[in-house]
Nanobody, 123 residues
Framework: QLQLVDSGGGLVQPGGSLRLSCAASGFTLDDYAMGWFRQTPGKEREFVAHINRAGGWTYYADSVKGRFTISRDNAKNTLYLQMNSLKPEDTAVYYC????????????????WGQGTQVTVSS
């Protein structure tokens, strides 16, 4: 059974850091491009970051560029999102996703989704 499991969310103060993980099972991670999205109540899911299959190309939403870093360890079948200099507006449920990579910054580019992990940035 193909599955993505998000973890690493939590409560952090503004300016702090968190690292999210996304563990894949039932398939080989390096067969897919990967992305992170986030969603707040009442809003559509928003693109955060994308990484290609080999990990050599990344793409970020302007709102997180320079603060977040997406990476992958294909040997461990795991995707990561390092989040630094967190702001209250980063508060959301974060989802990892696997897909073809054709449409990197839209939900249509991804076929499989994690269950989400809550990130709350508050003092």
């Amino acid at each position: 059974q193909l599955q993505l499991v998000d973890s690493g969310g939590g409560l952090v103060q503004p300016g702090g850091s968190l690292r999210l993980s996304c563990a894949a099972s039932g398939f080989t991670l390096d067969d897919y491009a990967m992305g992170w999205f986030r969603q707040t109540p009442g809003k559509e899911r928003e693109f955060v970051a994308h990484i290609n299959r080999a990990g050599g190309w990344t793409y970020y939403a302007d709102s997180v560029k320079g603060r977040f870093t997406i990476s992958r360890d294909n040997a461990k079948n795991t995707l990561y999102l390092q989040m630094n200099s967190l702001k209250p507006e980063d508060t959301a449920v974060y989802y990892c996703a696997a897909g073809s990579g054709t449409y990197a910054n839209t939900e249509e580019g991804y076929s499989y989704w994690g269950q989400g992990t809550q990130v709350t940035v508050s003092s």
